[in-house]
Structures are given as C-alpha cells and as structure tokens.
C-alpha cells in the first residue's frame, strides 16, 4: 500500500501531501467495483490549495466572489458551481404569469462568474472540514484556507407522490423550476373552468411567498379574460397561517376575502393522479384524514431540503441538515474558517435572495476580520424581504427580520397593494440584482431605509 501511495502521489505531482483517506475516498466513489488501487493510480486526480473556496455560483456564491477576487488576487478564490446558466430566480413569478420569458432571467455563468476566479464547473461531492478539503465529481480535491458554503436548497418534486409524471400532463404547472416555469403561463392561458389550485409544501422554501403571488396573478388574469366566474381558486397551504409576519398575512387574508380566493390552512399536498386530474391533501392536523380535489389547473410548489451531499457530512449541519451557523456573525457554530450563506443555511429568517444581499455585507466584514486575525463585529438581524406580487399591477413589499417584525425600507405603510412597488419588482429589481449584487456592490437595502427614516431606524 505503502509503495502504490507513493507512484500515485509522484503520478500526480502531489507536493501538498495526498493522505491515505485520498485513496479511501476514491475507492468509494469509484463506479467501478474492480478498480483495484493500482488502477487508480493510472487516473490523473488534480489537487488543487486556494485562499477561498466558494461551493456554489448562484445568488450568495456570485455575489461574494465579486467582493473576494479583486481581494485576494488572480486564482485565489475558486468557485465550484456546475450549472451552465446562472437564473435570476425571482423573475419566475413574472414568467408564470406572461410578463416575462425564460431568457429574460438567465445569463451564462461564464458571463457572471468574476474573470479572474477559478471556475470549476462541477458538483461539490464530499465535504472534509476536519481536513480543509473538499471534493468535486469529476475528481479534484480542492484545499483551502476558508471555505463559503453557498449551494441554495434542494427542489424534491419526487416526495410528492406522482408529481413528476403530472408535470407533464395538461393543467400541472411549477414556477419553482425552470425546467417547469414556462409552462405555467400555457396553462393559464388554456384554462377554461373549474378548480384552480395552489400549494405550499410541509418543508423550508425558498421565497415563501411565491406559492401565492402566482395565485393571484392568475386570479387577476382570469378577470381580464373573462375566465374568472368560472374558475374556483384555492390556496392549500401546510402551515397555519398565510405568511409568517401578522402585518402581511393580515393584509393578505384581506385580498384573498376581496378576490373570493378560498384559503385551507395546514394542508399537505402528497399525490398527484394526473389520469383523474386528481390532487390528494393530508390534513396536518388529522393526518390520517385525506381530501381528494379535482383540478383543472394545478401549480405545486415541490418540498424542499438541504442539498444531500451537505446534508450527508454531518459535522457541518443540524439536525435538519442545513448548514449550522451562528445567525448573527454567519460563522459555522465548529469551523472558523467556514461561513454560509443563503438557502442552505440554517438562519432562522425566510429564505430569500434579498436576505443573501444582507447577508454578504456581514460575510464580507466578518471573513475580513478572520483573515486578519481581528475580532468579528458585523452582526446580521435577519432582513429579509419578499416582494408580494398581487396581480398584473400591484404588490405589497414585505420586510422584516427575525423577529418577524417589520423593517420597511419606503416610510410608506408596505402592507398596502401599490404600484410602485410592483414597478420596483419588475423593473428595478433585476438591474440591481445583474449589475449591483452579483458584481459585489449591493448589500441591501439598509442604507436606504436609514436615510429615508432620517436614520430612526435600525
Ligand atoms: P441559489 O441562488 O439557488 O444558488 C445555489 C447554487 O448552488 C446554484 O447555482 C446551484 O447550481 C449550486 N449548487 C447546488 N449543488 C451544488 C453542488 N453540489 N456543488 C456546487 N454547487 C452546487 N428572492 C427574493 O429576494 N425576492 C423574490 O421576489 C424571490 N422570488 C422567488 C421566486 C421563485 C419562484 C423562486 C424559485 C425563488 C425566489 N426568490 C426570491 C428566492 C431567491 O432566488 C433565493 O433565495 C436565492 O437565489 C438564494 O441564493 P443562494 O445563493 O442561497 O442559492
Ligand atoms: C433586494 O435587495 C433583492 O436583492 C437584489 C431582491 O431580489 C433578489 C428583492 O426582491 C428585494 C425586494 C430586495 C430589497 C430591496 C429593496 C429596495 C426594498
């Protein structure tokens, strides 16, 4: 074993000290169940160090990159992100409802990711904290310095019993995926009558909001089609309320009266029968109860978990297999030289890409004081914000912390349907998310609200 440790590490031009766990590592992912050690060796496994590994290129992990390379210099930060496309995902709601198309959402990761960080473009397969190693797919082991888990939250249409196959039948329809979104406005369109139904999964999500702001941007296009005394729009939800903070949900509860949108707390979607067109719910607080629905038109929004492979390295998460953090430095509660960032972390805030903007301004002083050595200061309070988008003109913009207590940027009352801020949504958002967030500039809003409240705020 010795003598076929050392070729292989001559093999490779391994000066950093490739460990005996290197090869464990690859005998176990290996396919091939005869691939003996000797054939390993003849494979080349590149070993790369760096300053910083950033797992993930989506929102939080494009983002930090832009603060971290012209920091730390040429090839010093490497970004392990796999997708070919880098989506603005909060268009999908406009793209469910026509006032946008797929392409209007996405750019090519090559075209966002900083020019000067290294790109693999590959899944992050195993996490070795302990060692400061990270391995990807297609067999780099990445040292680093200080790692940035950014990998957003896993979309498991499969937990739903049937709801992959229905996706592809008429009258089933997701704006979470943009293998599905696209679909959801052909739907709309060939709607004629009966029950429309909307779902909120027994999982975290990510935008908790969106479940709903396509309900009634459907609602508000069968009104303009005619369609809509023929339609009869249900929202199924798994939790107890319709959102999370009293401010919304009240002013919420109140459209759903105005627009006859019926609202069934605390069920669950488990089964979709797309021959019958049939959605089953559980009941969450009977379970053994189920109600059958018809539906003509069905958008589900899947459950969601942690990514497996960070769920599967248990030293880095909580029970619930998100990345565990401290919620106020964003530090890992082990390792001092991890942070996280965003969906998969276990903040205890409404996932959102608004909350990642926040975020990146306490990652950046945080991970500065690290890596000087210096005492870390910046604290997060959980700022969130979710653009509640109501119909085709109008949105309420929720914003709030971890207290679920309202922390509005526009010294507006928020909880009201407004159109400047549906034009904020749509219009002024995205150029903030292109050109200001993900080049390292936007950190939220805060500077805003602090001016526009003559600073009498937090
Ligand atoms: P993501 O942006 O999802 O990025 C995660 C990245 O990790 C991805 O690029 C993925 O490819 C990569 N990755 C996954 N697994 C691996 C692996 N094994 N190795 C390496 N990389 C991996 N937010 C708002 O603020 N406002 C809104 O109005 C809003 N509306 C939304 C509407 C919808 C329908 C959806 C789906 C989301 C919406 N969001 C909204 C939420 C927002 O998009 C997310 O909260 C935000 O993108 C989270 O950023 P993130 O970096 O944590 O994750
Ligand atoms: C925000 O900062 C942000 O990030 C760019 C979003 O998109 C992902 C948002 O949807 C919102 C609402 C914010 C918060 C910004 C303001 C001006 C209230």
């Keep these: 074993m010795k003598i076929v440790k050392v070729i292989f590490k001559r093999m490779c031009g391994l000066k950093t000290g490739a460990k005996a766990e290197d090869f464990r590592f690859w005998s176990e992912v290996s396919s091939n169940k005869f691939q003996s050690n000797y054939v390993l060796c003849l494979q080349i496994?590149?070993?790369?160090?760096?300053?910083?590994?950033?797992?993930?290129?989506?929102?939080?992990?494009?983002?930090?990159?832009?603060?971290y390379v012209p920091k730390l210099g040429k090839k010093k930060v490497i970004i392990i992100e796999p997708a070919q496309k880098h989506y603005y995902q909060p268009m999908?709601?406009?793209?469910?409802?026509?006032?946008?198309?797929l392409e209007d959402s996405c750019k090519d990761m090559e075209s966002v990711l900083p020019k000067d960080a290294m790109w693999l473009k590959d899944f992050a397969i195993k996490f070795d904290p302990a060692n400061n190693k990270v391995y990807t797919k297609k067999g780099d082991c990445i040292e680093y310095e200080y790692m940035?888990?950014?990998?957003?939250?896993?979309?498991?249409?499969?937990?739903?019993?049937?709801?992959?196959?229905?996706?592809?039948?008429?009258?089933?329809?997701?704006?979470?995926?943009?293998?599905?979104?696209?679909?959801?406005?052909?739907?709309?369109?060939?709607?004629?009558?009966?029950?429309?139904?909307?779902?909120?999964?027994?999982t975290p999500v990510k935008c908790a909001g969106a479940p709903q702001k396509i309900?009634?941007?459907?609602?508000?296009?069968?009104?303009?089609?005619?369609?809509?005394?023929?339609?009869?729009?249900?929202?199924?939800?798994?939790?107890?309320?319709?959102?999370?903070?009293?401010?919304?949900?009240?002013?919420?509860?109140?459209?759903?009266?105005?627009?006859?949108?019926?609202?069934?707390?605390?069920?669950?979607?488990?089964?979709?029968?797309?021959?019958?067109?049939?959605?089953?719910?559980?009941?969450?607080?009977?379970?053994?109860?189920?109600?059958?629905?018809?539906?003509?038109?069905?958008?589900?929004?899947?459950?969601?978990?942690?990514?497996?492979?960070?769920?599967?390295?248990?030293?880095?998460?909580?029970?619930?297999?998100?990345?565990?953090?401290?919620?106020?430095?964003?530090?890992?509660?082990?390792?001092?030289?991890?942070?996280?960032?965003?969906?998969?972390?276990?903040?205890?805030?409404?996932?959102?890409?608004?909350?990642?903007?926040?975020?990146?301004?306490?990652?950046?002083?945080?991970?500065?004081?690290?890596?000087?050595?210096?005492?870390?200061?910046?604290?997060?309070?959980?700022?969130?914000?979710?653009?509640l988008v109501t119909g085709y003109n109008s949105c309420i913009l929720a914003e709030f912390d971890y207290n679920g207590q309202p922390m509005e940027t526009f010294p507006v009352d928020q909880s009201k349907e407004r159109l400047s801020m549906f034009l904020m949504k749509k219009y002024f958002m995205p150029q903030i998310y292109w050109s200001g967030m993900l080049r390292g500039w936007w950190e939220g809003p805060e500077i805003f609200r602090k001016i526009l409240h003559l600073g009498l705020t937090k």
């Design 45 to 67: 496994i590149p070993w790369r160090s760096c300053k910083l590994v950033i797992i993930g290129g989506g929102s939080g992990g494009c983002s930090i990159a832009a603060k």
């Design 92 to 101: 999908f709601t406009l793209i469910g409802g026509g006032m946008k198309k």
């Design 148 to 202: 940035i888990v950014a990998m957003g939250i896993q979309l498991d249409y499969d937990k739903v019993k049937g709801l992959e196959e229905a996706l592809k039948t008429p009258g089933v329809c997701s704006n979470y995926s943009p293998l599905y979104v696209s679909k959801t406005y052909e739907e709309l369109k060939k709607f004629k009558e009966g029950n429309a139904i909307f779902t909120f999964p027994n």
């Design 215 to 387: 309900m009634y941007i459907a609602e508000h296009y069968f009104r303009k089609t005619g369609k809509r005394d023929k339609a009869n729009i249900i929202y199924n939800t798994s939790l107890g309320v319709i959102f999370g903070v009293k401010k919304y949900a009240d002013a919420l509860m109140k459209v759903c009266a105005k627009r006859d949108i019926k609202v069934n707390l605390r069920h669950n979607l488990i089964e979709v029968n797309p021959d019958r067109k049939e959605a089953v719910f559980e009941n969450l607080d009977d379970p053994k109860s189920k109600i059958t629905l018809k539906y003509s038109l069905l958008h589900a929004t899947p459950p969601m978990s942690s990514p497996k492979i960070l769920r599967d390295c248990k030293e880095l998460v909580d029970p619930a297999g998100f990345l565990d953090v401290d919620k106020d430095t964003l530090l890992h509660k082990k390792y001092e030289n991890i942070f996280g960032i965003g969906d998969c972390t276990n903040l205890p805030t409404s996932k959102t890409g608004a909350a990642v903007a926040s975020q990146l301004r306490v990652v950046r002083l945080n991970l500065d004081a690290k890596m000087s050595n210096k005492k870390m200061e910046a604290s997060y309070l959980g700022y969130t914000s979710c653009p």
